[in-house]
């Protein structure tokens, strides 16, 4: 191969980097002129040592930093093969992490679909929903008005420890009947979905991997207000009394918050529903 000189402003060209980042690279030890002319101070370059930048260039693109990349070009070839190896594993690792993420992104706009773009505010209508993994908790003497604050930190609590996430979708069971009021309603257990495909392999005492089963549910949503859930239960009953449908004993009500501003009134979505049985 044949050798010539390169002035630091020819070598910013053909390596597309700036003059200012070769002085710096020159400055911290990572990449030197060939020779510094006593005079003048021009720094010179071999034509070969462009090969030297391809390689920085490609730790950089790693996300190394400047230290990690001088380290790095001390390695034989053989650590290299080893480093290089370490870090594709490390990439691996963030890039499943990324995918996890844009799963949860996917749910989460599903779910904030089919309830706020997809819904008839206060309307009875059919959803078919595909079958949803859930947390859930069992309670005792829950009523409509307690706040579970310990319930649901438990349950994500149990999430975080199996490296998933919590949903801010929040959701009780109780059983189908009719009710004098909402003060008579005491709820079976509390759960929350689970938005990422992770299998959980923790048994624990008090909550329980279950899923609300896939089917044709009866639905309505509604902005929860002073008296609009007890209209729309009352509604819901109405609607099955009046076209004699059978239905699986148990209301799901899904509660979504809609104001993500800690420092106004507290204000939620939410959706009862109910599976119809199967024929």
């Not at 307690?146 to 420890?161: A, H, M």
């Not at 699986?248 to 009862?272: A, C, G, H, Q, R």
Request: net charge negative.
């Amino acid at each position: 191969m044949k050798v010539y000189y390169l002035t630091i402003g020819e070598v910013a060209k053909l390596s597309n980097i700036s003059v200012q980042t070769l002085r710096y690279y020159d400055r911290i030890d990572l990449f030197k002129p060939i020779e510094i002319d006593p005079v003048n101070q021009y720094r010179y370059y071999q034509n070969t040592q462009l090969y030297y930048l391809d390689i920085i260039k490609s730790l950089k693109y790693l996300g190394l930093s400047l230290e990690e990349v001088k380290s790095v070009l001390t390695l034989k070839s053989e650590e290299l093969v080893i480093y290089l190896a370490n870090q594709e594993d490390r990439i691996e690792q963030q890039f499943q992490r990324l995918k996890k993420t844009k799963e949860v992104l996917q749910r989460k706009k599903e779910q904030i679909q089919s309830l706020v773009i997809e819904s008839n505010m206060m309307t009875v209508c059919v959803k078919k929903m595909p079958l949803q993994k859930i947390v859930k908790i069992k309670t005792s003497n829950m009523s409509f008005n307690d706040i579970p604050n310990k319930e649901y930190g438990r349950i994500s609590q149990v999430l975080e420890d199996e490296g998933s996430v919590f949903d801010t979708l929040y959701g009780g069971a109780f059983s189908l009947q009719k009710y004098e009021s909402l003060d008579d309603i005491n709820y079976d257990y509390l759960f929350t979905h689970i938005v990422t495909d992770k299998e959980f392999e923790v048994n624990y005492e008090d909550v329980e991997i279950s899923s609300l089963p896939a089917g044709d549910y009866l639905s309505i949503t509604f902005v929860l207000g002073d008296d609009e859930y007890e209209v729309c239960y009352r509604k819901l009953m109405d609607y099955i009394e009046q076209n004699h449908i059978k239905l699986e004993p148990t209301v799901y009500d899904i509660w979504m918050p809609i104001n993500f501003t800690s420092s106004k009134e507290d204000e939620f979505l939410v959706e009862l529903k109910i599976q119809i049985q199967a024929t």
